[in-house]
């Protein structure tokens, strides 16, 4: 490559030597030896530096200015996050279960005859989380699941106070729980646009993991509208992704914008070891202050619902079908006594849009549909026959997890079977001699494989539902599979037991591996 520098000033000419080349010259300017030798450096000097662009000018604009320092944002806004702590009374020994039986079934689930020998009555269970002052009159967010269970909830200020918090209302689906607490005069949040919100921006976290209070992380958004496949109620939620490292306890506390704006309520991560691993995820604060309005308004939070089993667009099917590109949610099942079987949909119509806003796969219709109250019309852009047309449908309300299972039959048996085979996920169960279930044979290219289970290792739970028998393995897979979103990225959490040490492990039905603690 040619080096390049800076143009020497006229009055350092005299170090070229005293006749150039001119032979050389003449091919390209055969009457150039006419004129002037300073001329002849004048007229030289352009080709003597063409294509010598100096460094400088090369050099791009710059486009990061300089790291934020967030002090002031710390300061002014450290008040507003608050420690919460849920507490959940566990059943003492010395009580009467049903039937006149000391011991009730989850004791003797964990421990079998050997719960005579245990000490009564058991402790409190505490649960330790973060949370925000949302309004001045003692409204407080944290995540539904940091006081998921409680008896009592309680909120710590930063002054010190401790306030005991009263439930408004909870979505579980969404994760979000409104709380209040008697007091005046309390330093609010203020609400940023997380529409706004961009992969590179800084982001800052302030919470109480493992309880060490007023915690400051930062980080920046590394993707938005992510939908984390696993769990039933994950679609509705289009997840912010930050490098922002949250932790045990970091649940339900503010995710900040570098304008001091709180854009999120950090909720979850993915991770080996059950710490930070460079993965968290917030829910937007425009969806949070939409289930805030319903809860204060009705006390609970209504879906809407059309009753259709979809799953992404490849571009196999896109072509097959004419699609320009893949896009759009495939139909594969109309749930009986829904408006979708009232309307004119059929399976295998591809969903292009919900009242004008593109629907890119299955978890997009889900936010979509799931945005909109029950009762209202919503009109689908569908694709069908090659052509598009529109149909107006009238939302239900989404059921109950329990009533949208209903209608998933588990096939029941008679008889502990001998083996179980999972082929989705490449494996065999088998049980265990002393009672239980392990990993068998495992095909070595298949997604169980891959995602790092072994055979011998002990099954505990499938998606932290206990599994205790072959039967018991067969009906939560054969449940998993029937909700499965269709994405072609769904993953199934396994806990399992190896070498005394218990770890979680996420198979794909894909194939993709992953991990989580």
């Known amino acids: ?54 460094p400088e000018d090369q050099r791009p604009p710059e486009q990061v200015t300089g790291l934020p320092d967030f002090t002031e944002l710390v300061e002014a806004n450290a008040s507003s996050v608050v420690n919460i702590t849920s507490v959940s009374s566990l059943p003492s020994l010395s009580e009467q279960g049903e039937g006149g039986d000391s011991r009730h079934d989850w004791m003797r689930g964990l421990f079998g005859e050997r719960a005579d020998e245990l000490p009564g009555p058991l402790l409190p269970q505490e649960n330790d989380g973060s949370g925000f002052i949302l309004s001045e009159d003692g409204h407080v967010v944290t995540n539904a699941h940091v006081i998921d269970g409680a008896n009592k909830v309680f909120v710590r200020l930063s002054d010190g106070r401790e306030l005991v918090a009263d439930v408004v209302g909870v979505d579980g689906i969404g994760d979000i729980a409104l709380l209040k607490v008697e007091a005046d005069s309390l330093p609010a949040v203020s609400l940023g646009d997380s529409d706004a919100v961009r992969p590179g921006q800084w982001a800052l976290a302030i919470g109480s993991p493992y309880g060490f209070d007023q915690t400051v992380t930062a980080g920046v958004i590394s993707g938005l509208g992510r939908h984390l496949p696993g769990q039933a109620n994950q679609p509705y939620v289009p997840f912010i992704q930050s490098d922002v490292a949250i932790n045990p306890g970091n649940s339900g506390g503010p995710l900040f914008n570098t304008s001091g704006q709180v854009v999120g309520i950090n909720a979850q991560i993915f991770t080996e070891s059950g710490a930070f691993n ?25 879906r809407g619902y059309v009753g259709v089993e979809v799953r992404g667009v490849n571009r196999q099917l896109a072509d097959r079908l004419g699609l320009d590109e893949a896009r759009g949610a495939e139909v594969v099942r109309i749930v009986e006594g829904s408006p979708a ?12 849009a919900v009242n004008g806003i593109p629907i890119k796969d299955g978890a ?44 998933t039959t588990i096939p029941e048996s008679s008889e502990e079977p001998e083996l179980v085979v999972i082929e989705t996920l490449g494996m065999i169960l088998r049980p265990l001699e002393e009672g239980g279930v392990r990993i068998g044979e495992l095909d070595p290219k298949g997604p169980a494989s891959l995602a790092g289970l072994m055979p011998g290792d002990r099954l505990i739970s499938i998606d932290r539902q206990p599994v205790g028998t072959l039967s018991e393995a067969y009906r939560e897979i054969a449940r998993i599979a029937h909700n499965r979103s269709g994405k072609g990225n769904d993953l199934v959490l396994f806990l399992v037991e190896r070498d005394g040490k218990q770890r979680f492990f996420m198979p794909a039905f894909s194939g993709n591996p992953h991990q989580s603690r």
């Open 1 to 54: 490559m040619r080096h390049c520098r800076r143009a020497a000033p006229s009055s350092r000419l005299s170090r070229f030597p005293g006749r150039f080349p001119m032979h050389s010259l003449r091919m390209i300017f055969p009457r150039l030896t006419r004129f002037p030798r300073v001329l002849t450096l004048v007229l030289l000097s352009p080709l003597w530096m063409m294509g010598c662009t100096d």
């Open 278 to 302: 460079g993965i968290s995820f917030a829910i937007p604060i425009n969806y949070v202050v939409d289930v805030i309005r319903q809860i204060k308004q009705n006390g609970e939070v209504k």
């Open 341 to 352: 079987a009232d309307s004119s949909i059929v399976a295998g119509d591809i969903i292009l």
């Open 364 to 407: 997009d219709l889900t936010e979509a549909l799931g945005s909109l109250p029950p009762g209202s019309e919503a009109s689908l852009e569908v694709w069908s026959d090659g052509e598009t047309r529109d149909v107006e449908i009238t939302l239900a309300s989404l059921p109950e997890p329990e009533e949208a299972q209903s209608d």
